[in-house]
């Protein structure tokens, strides 16, 4: 039976040669016509194919997936396709394999092989004497649940079976007995070989051959491949050029879902899988038809929305499938080949725009590049000035499989059901299957889509198609995404932060904790150390001195101190008097100490002769605590705490207790007003998360300048702990403090990493906090090696929420890697909002806002600023702000805060905020600049520098 069955596939071959297939053998330049080959070429193909027909050039898409063929794992390939069709009757095996080898024999595409070395470009040859791959197992005698393992593992196995593109033939079948009255037959391919449209002509015609028993007479006549690739030789590639140029003129990057945060991606791909009901996809398609748009535009339309609230940007691409098949070619209904390609769709999304405005855009915009559909992507993405433009595709079955009336003719084999299908190398695939009930199909790659994710954005496309039936007049930028489940999580559930918080001012707790613990030590510097009673008198003494030079609440004192415990007597006393304070580092250039203190307008300079001596002269009186006249003073006053009897004005917690300036875009640094109560808040919430133990004897290494400096000074002073002052971080290296060890160190990473790149000698803490900057994993790895024992803290809070709004703790269910910046702490509530101020679900990017009792209260003087960066907070109370970041983050599943960098030009470097517009500014001001460029560089790791790049005008730069 095998060798008739042989003879008579021979035979069927010499037929479709006989009916304009090239000959086989002898082949010429002449001959191939379609590609540029040599005869020599032809002859070393020849000789590795014998019966070799034709040599063709590859289709667009051909040529992409045969480089992704050639690139991929030895051990996986995303474009083997695999159909399973079960059946139920009277099965014939013998016949249906003569059926598929009747196939093979009719289409001479089915024969091809991809070859590439020793070739200027790679080509698909054709030959004669391919033999198709036949397999059958019998599984009728397994236990129906052994049976199904079976099943299962047969398809397993077979769908990893990788084939050799050089190889032909791309494709094979298995026929699986179940029991006498059902089987699956499972045709597996290369997508090199065929589109969806294509398996559909296949397999219509298998069973037609297995019903007729294998008579070719009634199908219709072969239109070659062929035929279509030299219709693609005749278009016109210039126009086509110009056409994608325009269409992607002026978009600014590729829209890409895979990111260097994502893990690398070695699993195979899945799939998860919806079906509208019968009543929805009447509707959806109602709404199409009423539009004057196909079902496929609002497929697009919809996922170029949810691609635009993934990723927070207004313009983006994503490919599409098209069909490639060209009217006025003759016979291309019933062609047989890789006609489709894969092109990008650009989708721009207006908030105001309605979902139909968005729709008819869309599908002009298709209309106008359909004439240009066969232009390689590749081509497209140069034109583009993109390497890549997408990583996520949508597909448009319009000639779905199951859709077919298979089966044998008198009815005793019946096709009861079709599954299977193909992937991709991107990380999202988004099928739409039409039918009575449209059916979604998403793929993804788990390694940079797992299927938690997946799901939510199978959701959000569910959402987009009940808003086009609810209100397709609906402003796009009203519809939202999220289910109620989920948007209750990201506002409310991982918001559930608030606390009771102790009523009053810093005056007031920290004479309720010296009263508790006067006789412990409250700060030391050098060895010396003052006791919370002796710091609570001094303190006081001070506060009388400076209510009689005008401090008072709402104004300010500076503060310019070499660092010691003076520093912290004069912060407390500045505090107790009622008025804020105004730190003023003696090191900042004088220009910058000028600004602040022009700006702030503080009543008075807290200083010493020596600092005195070098800072700029605005006018503001300076109060010497070094003077003998001032510390003859100071001991004649009372040491009892003054109170609002003795203030100018009662002092009230939401009055200022310090301000403190960071960069500004325009050149001018901005004060950010910070309210006792705000602090009361934190430091109780540092008792409450850290603990009294942790905060027993804590570093204070942080210029005042900088808030952390707040959480140094603060957490442990309310909290019975010591504070112990330091130059910096890095003075820990030196004596006496380089063996130092106690309860906590707070830096910011980059000075961390420069202690341990010292040795770290023998520095010990319990706990190491972290914040200021983002924390890499590398120092985080170092941390372990060289503190082991030492808990962290990853915090993170921008100066306008009171130094920290989320935290981090190793230890709880971290895992490898960046660490996160975890939870809102107390009384905090944190939104990842889209551009326009939506929730985004787990797994999007977006800015973050902050929200709570702890915002500042604005920035000085600066009404218009503190209204574009405070807002009014649409998911709180009513009158509630909220602080817009500039920083991009995203959700975890598991409810913490990824840091992802920067919505503007601000930087973080050593812990301090810089915006580049400020420097840029004053660099620009220097005499002969004419253009300038301020950019952050890290040539080593860990060390960031900031670095200006000038276009000097007519001559050299001076200074």
Known sequence: MEGLARAWVEVLESLVVAAGEPGAGGLTPSDVGLVEVTQGEIEVLESAYPGLVDVLPLSPLQEGLHFHALDEDASSDAYTVQIVLDLEGDFDATA???????????????????????????????TAGARLPWSEQDLADLAPEARDAAVA???????????DPAAPPLLRF???????????????????????????????????????????????????????????????????????????????????????????DDAAPEQIRTELTAELTEAVSARARALGITLNTVVQGCWGLVLARLTGRDDVVFGATVSGR???????????????????????????????????????????????Q????????????????????????????????????????????????????????????PGDRLQLRLGHRPGVVDRDRAERILAALLSVLDAVVADPDRPVGRIDLLPPAERDRVLVDWNDTAAPVPAGTLADAFRQQAARTPDSVAVTFRGTGLSYAELDERSNRLARLLIGRGAAPEQFVAVALPRSADLLVAVLAVLKSGAAY????????????????????????????????????????????????????????????????????????????????????????????????????????????IGPERLSRVLFATSLNFDVSVFEVFGPLLSGGSVEVVRDVLALTEAPYDTWSGSLISAVPSALDQLLAHGGLGVRADLVVLA?????????????????????????????????????????????????????????????????????????????????PGLARGYLGRAGLSAGRFVADPFGVAGGRMYRTGDVVRWSVGGELEYLGRADDQVKVRGFRIELGEIESVVGACPGVGRVAVVVREDQPGSRQIVAYVVPVGGPVDG
Do not use: C
Not at 658 to 675: F, W
Not at 826 to 839: I, S
């Open 772 to 852: 200021g900057e983002a924390l890499p994993a590398r120092l985080m790895d170092d941390i372990r090696r060289t503190m082991p024992g030492t808990r962290v803290a990853n915090i993170y809070g921008p100066t306008e929420a009171t130094v920290y709004s989320t935290a981090w703790f190793s230890g709880d269910g971290s895992a490898d890697g960046t660490p996160p910046i975890g939870r809102p702490i107390t009384n905090r509530r944190v939104y990842v909002l889209d551009a326009g101020l939506r929730p985004v679900p787990p797994g999007v990017t977006g800015e973050l806002y902050i929200a709570g």
């Open 582 to 689: 105004l730190p003023v580092d003696p090191g900042y250039p004088a220009e910058r100490i000028e600004f602040l203190l022009r700006d702030a307008a503080p009543v008075l300079v807290l200083t010493t002769a020596e600092v005195a001596g070098g800072l700029p002269g605005t006018g503001t009186p300076h109060l010497l605590l070094d003077g003998e006249d001032i510390t003859a003073e100071l001991d004649s006053l009372p040491a009892d705490a003054p109170t609002d009897a003795d203030r100018v004005a009662p002092l009230r917690p939401a009055n200022p207790a310090y301000v403190i300036y960071t960069s500004g875009s325009t050149g001018r640094p901005k004060g950010v007003v910070v309210s006792h109560e705000s602090v009361v808040a934190l430091a109780a919430w540092a008792a409450t998360e």
């Open 174 to 264: 298995t026929a699986i007995r179940l029991d006498d009255h059902h089987h699956r037959l499972v045709l597996t391919y290369d997508h090199l070989l065929l589109d969806g449209w294509s398996t559909a002509v296949l397999v219509r015609e298998l069973f037609a051959l297995y019903a007729s028993g294998s008579d070719t007479a009634a199908l219709p006549r072969v239109t070659p491949f062929r035929d279509h690739l030299e219709w693609l030789s005749r278009q016109d590639r210039a126009a086509a050029e110009t056409a994608w140029r325009e269409a992607l003129a002026g978009l600014d990057e590729p829209t890409l879902l895979a990111s260097s945060h994502d893990t690398a």
């Open 374 to 433: 066969h232009v390689r992507l590749a081509d497209v993405q140069r034109l583009a000035g993109h390497g890549e433009l997408f990583d996520s595709i949508a597909v448009f079955e319009n000639y779905p499989i199951d859709a077919l009336d298979l089966g044998s003719a008198d009815g005793r084999l019946r096709v009861t059901g079709v599954d299977g299908g193909d992937t991709t190398h991107y990380p999202l695939t988004l099928i739409a299957v």
């Open 96 to 126: 249906m394999r003569r059926a598929a080898e009747a196939l093979l024999s009719r289409h001479a595409g089915l024969r091809a092989g991809f070859v590439h070395e020793g070739l200027d470009a790679p080509v698909q040859v054709i």
């Open 326 to 372: 060209p009217a006025d070619l003759p016979g291309i209904e019933d062609m047989v080949g890789l006609f489709i390609n894969t092109l990008p769709v650009r989708v721009r999304v207006r908030p105001g725009d309605s979902l139909s405005g968005l729709f008819a855009a869309v599908q002009d915009e298709q209309a106008r590049l359909m004439p240009h």
């Open 153 to 163: 593992r047969v398809l397993d196995e077979d769908r990893a079976r990788r084939f």
